[in-house]
């Protein structure tokens, strides 16, 4: 069993999530690119572009700024990770924080991407948790 498949049997146990098809990921993913502006010298997230921008020390605070942020929870959220083999799923923000620890276990560097309410979390390699609103 692969790490994602670890992921998406967690995330059930949490809630609905779904698996998108290789189509699917990839309008997600053009979706993203048009709306988050990236870092020219690193595969990552300009937060520096991003005006409303917040560094998340532990998981439970991203829920805590949402709500200040008077955010929709219950929209759905895409996940998807820096590894392009992956396709992404589509599942709800509570879901993600209750199995984070599997969800950023697929890969380097995992992305949370809710279109809805026009934010980003990043949780880069390097220890980084970022949320962003666009």
Same mark, same amino acid.
């Given at each position: 069993m692969t790490l994602f498949d670890e992921c998406? #049997? *967690?995330?059930?146990? #949490?809630? #609905? *999530?779904?698996i998108l &098809? =290789? =189509? @699917?990921?990839? =309008?997600i993913i053009n979706e993203f690119e048009k709306n988050i502006p990236p870092d020219s010298l690193v595969t990552r997230v300009d937060f520096s572009q991003? &005006?409303?921008k917040t560094e998340i020390e =532990?998981? @439970?605070?991203m829920l805590k700024e949402l709500y200040k942020n008077h955010v929709n929870v219950h929209e759905p *959220?895409? *996940?998807?990770?820096?590894?392009?083999?992956?396709?992404?799923i589509r599942t709800s923000i509570k879901n993600v924080i209750h199995a984070i620890e599997d969800v950023i276990a697929v890969s380097f560097d995992t992305y949370i991407f809710c279109p809805k309410e026009r934010y980003i979390v990043e949780y880069y390699h390097e220890g980084e948790t970022c949320l962003g609103f666009y």
């Open positions: 998406i #049997e *967690v995330l059930k146990k #949490e809630g #609905e *999530v779904t &098809s =290789e =189509e @699917e990921t990839k =309008e991003i &005006s409303r =532990e998981d @439970e605070d *959220v895409y *996940v998807f990770w820096n590894d392009a083999d992956l396709p992404a």
